[in-house]
């Protein structure tokens, strides 16, 4: 499992309400993503990490701001959260000169 | 804008028949695409790599440039074999940290 964590694992919250989920890995990798999945759609890459403080959009990230001050954390942030965000949300990591990515257990959000 | 394509939302198949799951994708550089597996709520599994060429749970895929496509064979069904199949196609950013491109993945139903 590439020593990959997620937290939560599942939350469900009110739509206009902040959140942040953490990524959080053991092995020193430098490369992190979060992607969401949802049915229909596939996983969609939201933000990625090319290390500490180092952070870039991907093709959906409207609604979501990244934070990586460590090396091992990844930190996701849904500003206000909306009904569209309900989704499962992946972290992955890769590792140096590799690009096949592994992937945590995801975290199941709900916004109501 | 690079593209992957999995044509078949669901496909069911009887233990010990061969299967085929189709991908097709579209890039204008060098692909480097993979295959991923997640059963039933678990994370995503890396699968294949098509740089590797290795077979792996007795599935292979080839890449074919002429076509553009990548598509996961296996000789022999097996019920274990029912889960959710995604394509995906490493994303150039330049700076190391490629994302992947994700088909919207294909239901695998072995049939006993």
């Known amino acids: 499992d590439a020593g990959i964590t997620q937290s939560p694992r599942h939350k469900v919250t009110e739509t206009g309400t902040p959140v942040t989920l953490r990524c959080h890995q053991t092995e020193n990798h430098r490369y992190m993503y979060w992607y969401r999945q949802d049915p229909g759609h596939g996983l969609r890459l939201i933000h990625y990490?090319?290390?500490?403080?180092?952070?870039d959009k991907g093709e959906v990230s409207d609604g979501y701001s990244v934070s990586r001050s460590k090396t091992e954390d990844f930190l996701l942030t849904l500003e206000s959260a909306t009904s569209s965000q309900t989704s499962v949300y992946f972290c992955?990591?890769?590792?140096?000169?590799?690009?096949?990515?592994?992937f945590g257990p995801g975290t199941r959000l709900t916004v109501t | 804008a690079q593209r992957v394509t999995q044509p078949e939302k669901l496909l069911s198949v009887f233990k010990g028949a061969p299967v085929e799951l189709k991908c097709n994708y579209s890039y204008s550089g060098s692909p480097e695409l993979f295959w991923y597996v997640q059963y039933s709520r678990q994370r995503l599994q890396l699968l294949l790599r098509?740089?590797s060429r290795e077979s792996i749970k007795g599935f292979t895929a080839d890449l074919n440039k002429g076509e553009t496509s990548f598509h996961l064979k296996k000789p022999f069904a097996q019920e274990e074999d029912s889960a959710m199949y995604y394509c995906a196609l490493r994303m150039y950013s330049g700076g190391g940290a490629d994302g992947l491109t994700f088909g919207k993945g294909t239901h695998l139903i072995i049939q006993p």
């Open positions: 992955a990591i890769s590792r140096q000169g590799r690009y096949e990515q592994y």
């Open positions: 098509h740089i």
């Open positions: 990490s090319y290390g500490v403080k180092d952070t």
